[in-house]
């Protein structure tokens, strides 16, 4: 069973940057699809950016684009999102989910098509 771990939250200000970090362990990172989703309190999860098995292929939700950027690194089992100027409204708990699919270009964008699922990093943009 893969494990996934996030890092990198805490609290930032308005425009600042911010890297998040997902370390996978338990499997091999380039078998699985990769995402970040965020739930904000008394929000539903939502999509925030997605990258493929070969990391070709990446996913942003319009909130973030243009500000946030996926990445994998496959050989140091990592996954992160850099996140650049930060709003309050980027005010989340954020997760990295991962699933194993033979498409090298999926980059899913729904909470149900990921099958494990990190424990979540809180990130809080405030003045």
């Known amino acids: 069973q893969v494990q996934l771990v996030e890092s990198g939250g805490g609290l930032a200000q308005p425009g600042d940057s911010l890297t998040l970090s997902c370390a996978v362990s338990?499997?091999?990172?380039?078998?699985?699809?990769l995402g970040w989703f965020r739930q904000a309190p008394e929000k539903a999860r939502e999509f925030v950016a997605a990258i493929s098995r070969s990391g070709e292929s990446v996913n942003y939700a319009d909130s973030v684009k243009g500000r946030g950027t996926i990445s994998r690194d496959n050989a140091k089992n990592t996954v992160y999102l850099r996140m650049n100027v930060l709003k309050p409204e980027d005010t989340a708990t954020y997760y990295c989910?991962?699933?194993?699919?033979?498409?090298?270009?999926?980059?899913?964008?729904?909470?149900?098509?990921?099958?494990?699922w990190g424990q979540g990093t809180q990130v809080t943009v405030s003045s």
């Open positions: 989910a991962a699933r194993p699919i033979p498409l090298t270009s999926w980059t899913g964008t729904m909470s149900y098509e990921y099958m494990n």
């Open positions: 338990g499997g091999t990172l380039s078998s699985y699809g």
